[in-house]
């Protein structure tokens, strides 16, 4: 099982742990970041030397493997394919779709440390960092204390769902994950600030999902316009509706697909949204969401309740929840979205509110200085 120990494992997990420690060094003490690092480093470290027996391997995952090796045999590197005409038709050609960032990035992850399965899933541990840096800055916006988002960024980098899915599969919804934090930091700045840098910022992060999953800035806009609603803000209305509609007609006339949309399944396929898998019936392919599958569960209910203070708590929180929303509300209409792999680009959020129960249930919150975030000066006001 697994493969051999070779040098090129154990350079790649050196690498993870330098740039991880490195990325959290911006959010976290060195001490925790570098125990942070070295345990997510060492995850599939192990795995993929001594346990990875191809159970866990999906349909997607061998196929993004297969690009970059593809694109290796051309001769090409990462960054003049992108360049050329020649080497972005390869890119094309070989995704077979426009979603080619998650090829190319298999590709770079290729280039670097050797035609590996792992050297990607090794690269994806990197990019759960910079989700990290990202929601750090975001809880900054939220006005939470150092040590609410310091704790908040540790149990999010070692919570079981984004070491599982980020430590064994190649899969592109962790670099759909990262970039969509970095969405929503950009969007909050912009609901904050109303500067022209961040909507620059925005619309290139925008121009970039094009590329991984088209529809996500659709949801990111749906939830600024509710956002913008709640708050009776007329002349940002205006500006996006008149967007809602233009999105509107660019989905109608590119997804091939548009009927596979079902309203009347919204009740039961936004349960299935949300919960799925079950514990007791993980089919063997998945039984790396066990662990996972069994924490969702548990904080099905909390996390509502967390939810529900975040919202009472700040005008700005709002935005998140809304996102989250908007997301599971338009899977639950689409049955074949509603696995837990579409989940994962709103996992910081739900981790979010795991987290924010237990920081209530802690006696003193792990700092003298209560926060503005404690849950009971909320419920009480309430």
């Not at 204390?145 to 704790?151: F, I």
Request: hydrophobic residues 55%; aromatic residues 20%; contains cysteine.
């Amino acid at each position: 099982m697994g493969t051999d120990l070779t040098s090129i494992i154990v350079l790649i997990t050196f690498a993870t742990f330098c740039l991880g420690w490195w990325i959290s060094s911006f959010y976290l003490p060195k001490c925790s970041g570098f125990v942070v690092a070295l345990i997510k480093a060492l995850i599939p470290f192990a795995y993929f030397s001594w346990f990875d027996d191809k159970t866990w391997r999906l349909l997607d995952d061998v196929s993004y493997a297969k690009q970059g090796t593809s694109l290796l045999k051309y001769g090409w590197n990462p960054f003049t394919i992108l360049f050329s005409h020649d080497g972005l038709s390869l890119l094309f050609a070989i995704s077979q779709s426009t979603h080619i960032l998650y090829g190319w990035w298999n590709f770079l992850a290729q280039y670097l440390f050797g035609p590996h399965y792992y050297s990607a899933v090794f690269m994806n541990v990197v990019l759960t960092f910079v989700t990290g840096l990202a929601f750090d800055r975001i809880l900054k916006r939220l006005d939470f204390s150092q040590t609410y988002r310091k704790w908040f960024c540790i149990f999010l980098l070692l919570n079981v769902s984004i070491l599982a899915w980020s430590s064994f599969l190649n899969l592109k919804d962790i670099f759909v994950m990262t970039l969509t934090s970095i969405s929503l930091l950009f969007s909050l700045q912009i609901i904050q600030t109303k500067r022209l840098m961040y909507i620059l910022f925005l619309a290139l992060a925008c121009f970039v999902f094009g590329f991984i999953r088209f529809y996500v800035p659709l949801l990111i806009l749906a939830a600024f316009l509710a956002y913008q609603l709640l708050n009776l803000n007329s002349k940002i209305i205006l500006l996006v509706v008149g967007a809602a509609g233009a999105a509107g007609y660019y989905i109608k006339r590119h997804l091939a697909n548009f009927n596979i949309v079902r309203p009347s399944h919204m009740l039961f396929g936004w349960v299935r949204t949300v919960l799925t898998p079950q514990p007791w019936a993980i089919d063997p392919a998945y039984t790396f969401l066990l662990l996972p599958s069994i924490f969702n569960w548990l904080f099905f209910i909390p996390s509502f309740f967390s939810a529900y203070v975040l919202w009472k708590r700040s005008k700005f929180s709002r935005f998140l929840i809304l996102y989250a929303l908007v997301v599971i509300t338009i899977y639950a209409m689409v049955p074949e979205l509603q696995g837990p792999r579409h989940r994962i680009q709103i996992l910081p959020i739900i981790i979010w509110f795991q987290f924010h129960f237990i920081w209530w249930l802690l006696p003193h919150r792990l700092e003298n200085n209560i926060p503005s975030s404690d849950l009971m000066l909320e419920v009480s006001e309430t």
